[in-house]
């Protein structure tokens, strides 16, 4: 973690329990370093599937990766507000200048007036079952979806009111430098 470098352009990969890769995306930019964690932003940025389809982002995202939590944020910046998508994933981990997690299917999403909706518990009971995911890991997962609906009613991190706005405005400046 010494050597990340704000203005660096980093690869994401999510694995599932399997390890097997999921889904990558070619580019995030690091943004900001905190204790806890790290802002990355990304637009229109290629992302392939594991079948090997390809499309790209349609809108600017601002990434929040935890070091300790089993979960990842991504404020998504619409016309209308800002929309998060938030994964219940692994902690990440850097190897070769590659962000990498395993996704644990079930997601959150939060809406713009702050109201939110548990997604995929289908594709969470299937893969807990198909993956043979440990009662512990079950337990810890479910702990954490709680935790992060948590930081979404206190408005907390990501969810702090202007937030995803401000980093959203130190991409664009990233990348107005690079030319």
């Given at each position: ?17 399997n ?28 992302v ?14 601002v ?29 990440f981990i ?8 395993i ?9 713009p ?35 992060l609906?948590?930081?979404?009613r ?21 990348k107005i430098s690079?030319r």
């Open positions: 973690m010494n050597n990340l470098k704000i203005g660096k352009k980093y690869q994401i990969h999510s694995y599932k329990h390890h097997k890769i999921h889904r990558a995306w070619d580019e995030a930019v690091l943004l900001e370093v905190h204790d806890e964690y790290l802002i990355f932003g990304n637009e229109k940025t290629k392939t599937e594991s079948d090997g389809r390809t499309w790209r982002t349609k809108e600017p995202a990434l929040y990766f935890f070091k300790n939590n089993w979960f990842n944020i991504i404020g998504q910046y619409k016309p209308d507000g800002i929309y998060y998508y938030c994964n219940i994933a692994s902690p850097i190897e070769e200048d590659t962000i990498k997690y996704d644990y299917d079930l997601d959150l999403r939060v809406f007036d702050g109201s939110f909706k548990v997604l995929d518990r289908g594709e969470y009971k299937y893969h807990k079952s198909l993956m043979d995911y440990s009662s512990d890991l079950d337990r810890i997962l479910k702990s954490e979806l709680s935790a609906i948590e930081l979404v206190q408005k907390d991190i990501a969810f702090l009111p202007g937030e995803v706005e401000k980093y959203y405005e130190n991409y664009k400046a990233v690079e």
